[in-house]
């Protein structure tokens, strides 16, 4: 059984980061048809505590995409559940649970480009501070981290750990 490390985000510190993305949110969509976009199973939880914070209108929908084993990256994205609607002329907003090599959201951005949205951007609840993802624009950010692993707040270890209600670092040494 792999050992939590330690806490890197409090249930206190997400939920206030939450409160100012929600009303960075209501004021870019003020006049938007906005639609929800999360990548399953991650950014569930994000995206619904982001939502319930949110006065203006939104729709919701769900894609899933396969790109990990354990903690490394296989490179290897594959669409396992696609969206349910139409996405043509609406202002889709990506919910991602965390930006690591930038590979996953690349190639979900490419694919929604092609169904012409009326605009396309991006809530990451943490972005690791890496080179390989600086150029992914993400519009909405709750908190850049380091490299480590991490777990909790939707993030899972092989799909343990989703349900911490903070961020854990995982270390695999102990
Ligand atoms: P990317 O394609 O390398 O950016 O990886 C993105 C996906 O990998 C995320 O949606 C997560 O499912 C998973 N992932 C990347 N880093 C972590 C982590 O530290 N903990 C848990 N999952 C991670
Ligand atoms: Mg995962």
Redesign the pocket.
Known sequence: MPVIDRELLSEAQISERLDGLAREIDAAYAHGDLLAVG?LK?SVFFLTDVLKRLTIPVAVDFLQVR??AGTG?TGNIQLVHDLSMDIEGKDVLLF??????????RRILELLASRHPRSLKIAALLK?DLRE?ADIPIDFLGFTIGPE???GYG???DERFRNLPYVAVWDPTR
């Open positions: 990548i991650g790109s990990y990256s991602e649970d965390v930006v690591d090599t930038g590979l996953t959201l690791k993802n692993f991490v777990v993030l899972d270890l």
